[in-house]
């Protein structure tokens, strides 16, 4: 009797480990995924490692990127690839377009006309030859944080002479 015991529960713990992994990573997944929605930032790897190191120590930098860069391949998130800052992870997956400050590299979202994809195609086509597949478009600015700094030490630097 203790031995099919033992014997039931070796079993257990041979199957119940893959699934065991899989309910962990989807957890660890939809953790990710919300933080990175609340922090609402298009925020990078790094950044959304650094909040949920606050209230979960445990999850390690690797399993965030991991995490991370296969919702992106699976197509739950987008990854931007930006001119000037680390990549950044987008939950909103319908084309837009974004700005990056250049100072701290805050990217905000900017709703695109929904004809402007079929627009710039029509530009391609014209230049000839090549096949448009998708785009991306980033412009670069300075947002209103980094642009009232900037006129507050301007102010600073006339007052002083400098
Ligand atoms: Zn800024
Ligand atoms: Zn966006």
């Known amino acids: 009797m203790s031995d099919l015991t033992a014997e039931k529960k070796t079993n257990e713990i041979k199957s119940g480990s893959p699934a065991k992994e899989t309910r962990r990573s989807t957890v660890q997944k939809t953790l990710i ?8 930032c298009h925020a990078s790897a790094g950044m959304v490692y650094e909040e949920i190191h606050k ?5 390690s930098r690797a399993t965030v990127f991991r995490v991370l860069a296969n919702a992106a391949e699976d197509g739950d998130l987008l990854r931007l690839k ?3 800052a680390d990549d950044r992870f ?4 319908h084309p837009h377009c974004h700005i990056t400050c250049r100072r701290c ?6 709703e695109t006309p929904d004809d402007l994809p ?15 597949e998708k ?6 600015g300075v947002c209103p944080d980094c642009a009232a700094k900037e006129a507050a030490s301007d102010e600073q630097s006339a007052e002083t002479g400098d």
């Open 33 to 40: 995924m919300r933080t990175l929605r609340e922090m609402n």
């Open 55 to 59: 209230n979960y120590p445990d999850i």
């Open 82 to 84: 930006l001119a000037e």
């Open 90 to 93: 987008d939950i909103t997956k």
């Open 105 to 110: 590299g805050y990217v905000c979202d900017i």
């Open 118 to 132: 079929r627009r710039l195609v029509g530009l391609v086509d014209d230049a000839g030859g090549f096949k448009a």
């Open 135 to 140: 785009y991306h478009l980033e412009l670069m």
